[in-house]
């Protein structure tokens, strides 16, 4: 299944096939060798360590709530008896995972006063 999408090179509705272009656009930058030019729409976290299963939530949920309360990397990992990598770790997926504060005004608009 693929979502419809304003091509991001001419505008044109259409089919999203990457990189936030439609089908016809991205086989021809693909041809010219200009794909680059048109950064990814997801992410490759491919490779990038994440907690799966019962265990690795549950040692997630425990991470955060100790590093909720203070208590360093270091000591983490004595509480939850994994080693330190393994905390940085899961305080980095806790990053990724926590809900950005969303400002009520973008800086395009703020600058309106001119
Ligand atoms: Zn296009």
Redesign the pocket.
Same mark, same amino acid.
């Given at each position: 299944m693929r979502a419809t999408v304003t +091509?991001?090179?001419?505008?044109?509705r259409?089919s999203h096939w990457g990189r936030g272009?439609?089908a016809? +656009?991205?086989r021809?930058h693909h041809h010219a060798g200009t794909l680059h030019r048109y950064p990814l729409t997801t992410p490759p976290d491919e490779g990038r360590w994440r907690p799966t299963g019962r265990v690795g939530k549950a040692t997630l949920r425990r991470v955060a709530k100790l590093h909720g309360l203070g208590f360093s990397a270091q000591s983490i990992g004595w509480e939850v008896g994994i080693s330190r990598r393994q905390v940085e770790r899961y305080l980095a997926e806790l990053k990724q995972t926590s809900p950005t504060p969303s400002p009520s005004k973008t800086p395009e608009e703020r600058n309106d006063s001119t």
């Open positions: +091509c991001v090179c001419c505008r044109q259409g272009l439609i016809t +656009c991205y021809r």
